[in-house]
């Protein structure tokens, strides 16, 4: 079955420190994935895509790796700002599917 | 200029009624959706559009009817609302369908319905 499971559900940080976001999923053949960053009351946006061959990607203070072998990705983010607050959300996209794979997403919360 | 837009923003309403969300994008893209937002915060597939043809169409009670009039417009009716339809509802749109090129997702700001 076609999955994907992110960790934690839920995370509390304070401003300025660093935190990773976690990835896991069983979809195959893989064919890329995005990590997209929902504010309260708004629609998510897409904040990086990964494709197979890639292992690394930066978008400003956030990182992206993908791990193709073990079927992982993270997003780390660094220095942490209070507008990270936000829903992660990680999405997997199948060859040849038509429908993309939702990840149950990660609640963060910077704190002053 | 808003690339995905839809209206209403919000939405109150008995159970029982029938109510419409609207959605346009002028992102001259192909492929447009509709998503389920549930209060844990998932998002699920309803249906998608691609040029106005029906792709995807998830397991939704049939109270839902979703209507692309052209390929920027993707409207959702939903029939006799019951409590369990309150949720927020995203429209999306993406240049490509599914696995084909990038397929970034584009979304709306969301329609909170709330079915009282």
């Known amino acids: 079955k076609n999955q994907v499971e992110q960790s934690p559900q839920s995370l509390i940080i304070l401003e300025g420190k660093n935190c990773t976001l976690q990835c896991n999923y069983t979809v195959s053949p893989f064919s890329n994935l995005r990590w997209y960053k929902q504010d309260t009351g708004r629609g998510p946006v897409s904040l990086t895509i990964m494709t197979f061959s890639e292992n690394t990607k930066s978008n400003g203070r956030y990182t992206a790796t993908l791990d193709a072998d073990t079927k992982q990705s993270s997003l780390h983010i660094t220095a942490s700002q209070l507008s990270d607050s936000a829903s992660y959300i990680c999405v997997v996209s199948g060859m040849g599917f038509q429908k993309l794979v939702f990840g149950t997403g990660t609640r963060l919360l910077v704190s002053p | 200029d808003t690339a995905v837009s839809q209206t209403p923003k919000y939405l109150v309403t008995q159970m029982g009624n029938d109510k419409s969300i609207k959605c346009e994008q002028n992102l001259g893209h192909d492929t447009m959706y509709w998503y389920k937002q549930d209060s844990k915060k998932f998002l699920k597939i309803m249906f998608s559009?691609?040029?106005?043809?029906?792709?995807i169409n998830e397991t939704v009670p049939n109270r839902f009817s979703p209507k692309s009039p052209d390929k920027a417009h993707l409207n959702l009716h939903i029939n006799s609302l019951e409590l369990g339809d309150s949720a927020v509802y995203f429209c999306?749109?993406?240049?490509?369908?599914?696995?084909?090129?990038?397929?970034?997702?584009?979304f709306g700001e969301g329609s909170r319905l709330t079915v009282l």
């Open positions: 559009y691609n040029n106005k043809e029906l792709i």
């Open positions: 999306a749109s993406s240049q490509d369908l599914g696995d084909r090129g990038s397929g970034e997702l584009f």
